[in-house]
């Protein structure tokens, strides 16, 4: 299948939403036929090079499919644009003279998981981990920091905000939030929030927890191309250990990354 790519400083997962502010030329193009056809577009990570105003560029080998959940046209023709990771694809062949952006033919990655009973263990432990990194990751007194800027998409059950919380869940995490988007009267209700219970399903976790994780691109390209679940749940333990060790000693401050932040403007 063939689909425009946008190259970013950034990596999306799935289940993960990304704000994007769009204001060069060719990218308004790709935004406003992705919503005329309904279609997603791809986020690939920038390797070397840079996004805007053209130039050489090298790309990851493996994007995620970005789905256009919200959308505003300023009046001098930007976009304001929420999207949402929906699943991985490989890059199988790039074409740089059709269209104003990248257009390639890609191939979809399904989730695998070889042994669910041990993808289940290691969500356990990775869970725990990640409650350790969450706690750590704050400012303590007289440290400069804020709160993480997350918002992944969750499917929202009907009367679920009506129903007890299991005081035994095990590990339960929960993230600050609220909702700022839902789906339509066809589609089962959607909503981008800021405050969720992490859901324990391996494979869900473990895109949603690599999403969060505030850790350099390199390691975040990795983890989006494990080849299984358990591979993925293995980098992200591994990851964590590694932040855990340095956030407890304060050798890391969670710091807004230059780059990160301009990969919201194209």
Same mark, same amino acid.
């Not at 790709?30 to 919503?35: P, W």
């Not at 790309?59 to 995620?64: D, K, L, Q």
């Not at 890391?252 to 710091?255: D, H, I, S």
């Given at each position: 299948m063939?689909?425009?790519?946008?190259?970013?400083?950034?990596?999306?997962f799935?289940g993960v939403?990304?704000?994007l502010?769009?204001?060069e030329?060719?990218y308004?193009l790709?935004?406003?036929?992705?919503?005329e056809?309904?279609?997603?577009f791809?986020?690939?990570l920038?390797?070397d090079g840079?996004?805007?105003?053209?130039g050489q560029?090298s790309?990851?080998?493996?994007?995620?499919f970005?789905?256009?959940r919200?959308s505003?046209?300023l009046?001098?023709? $930007?976009y304001?644009? =929420?999207?949402?990771?929906v699943?991985r694809? *490989?890059? #199988?062949?790039? &074409?740089? /003279? $059709?269209?104003?952006? =990248?257009?390639?033919?890609v191939?979809?990655l *399904?989730e #695998?998981?070889? &042994?669910? /009973?041990?993808?289940?263990?290691?969500v356990?432990r990775?869970?725990?981990?990640f409650?350790e990194y969450?706690?750590?990751?704050?400012?303590?007194?007289g440290?400069e920091g804020?709160?993480?800027d997350?918002r992944l998409?969750?499917?929202?059950?009907?009367g679920?905000?009506?129903?007890?919380?299991d005081?035994?869940?095990?590990?339960?995490i929960?993230?600050?939030?609220e909702?700022?988007?839902?789906?339509?009267?066809?589609?089962?209700e959607?909503?981008?929030?800021?405050?969720?219970?992490?859901?324990d399903?391996?494979?869900?976790?473990?895109?949603?927890?690599?999403g969060?994780?505030?850790i350099?691109?390199?390691?975040?390209?990795?983890?989006?191309?494990?080849?299984t679940?358990?591979?993925?749940?293995?980098?992200l333990?591994?990851?964590?250990?590694?932040?855990?060790?340095?956030?407890?000693?304060?050798l890391?401050?969670?710091?807004p990354?230059?780059?990160?932040?301009?990969?919201?403007?194209?």
């Open positions: 063939e689909i425009p790519l946008f190259p970013l400083h950034t990596v999306l799935p939403a990304l704000p502010h769009i204001f030329e060719r308004r790709m935004i406003a036929r992705c919503l056809t309904q279609t997603p791809g986020v690939v920038i390797r840079r996004e805007v105003g053209g560029l790309i990851a080998g493996v994007g995620t970005a789905a256009i919200e505003e046209k009046p001098d023709g $930007r304001e644009v =929420l999207a949402v990771g699943g694809f *490989a890059v #199988r062949e790039v &074409d740089t /003279d $059709r269209e104003p952006y =990248l257009v390639a033919t191939e979809p *399904a #695998r998981s070889e &042994d669910p /009973d041990e993808a289940r263990r290691m356990r990775t869970t725990r981990r409650v969450l706690h750590l990751v704050r400012p303590r007194d440290e804020g709160d993480l997350i998409e969750v499917e929202i059950a009907e679920a905000e009506d129903e007890p919380e005081e035994e869940a095990d590990e339960g929960s993230i600050e939030t909702v700022v988007a839902d789906g339509d009267d066809d589609e089962p959607r909503g981008i929030v800021r405050r969720i219970r992490v859901p399903d391996p494979g869900t976790l473990a895109h949603l927890l690599s969060i994780v505030q350099d691109l390199v390691q975040k390209q990795a983890l989006l191309e494990a080849d679940v358990e591979e993925r749940l293995a980098g333990e591994a990851v964590l250990d590694q932040e855990l060790l340095l956030l407890g000693r304060r890391r401050r969670f710091e990354d230059a780059r990160a932040m301009e990969q919201r403007r194209n």
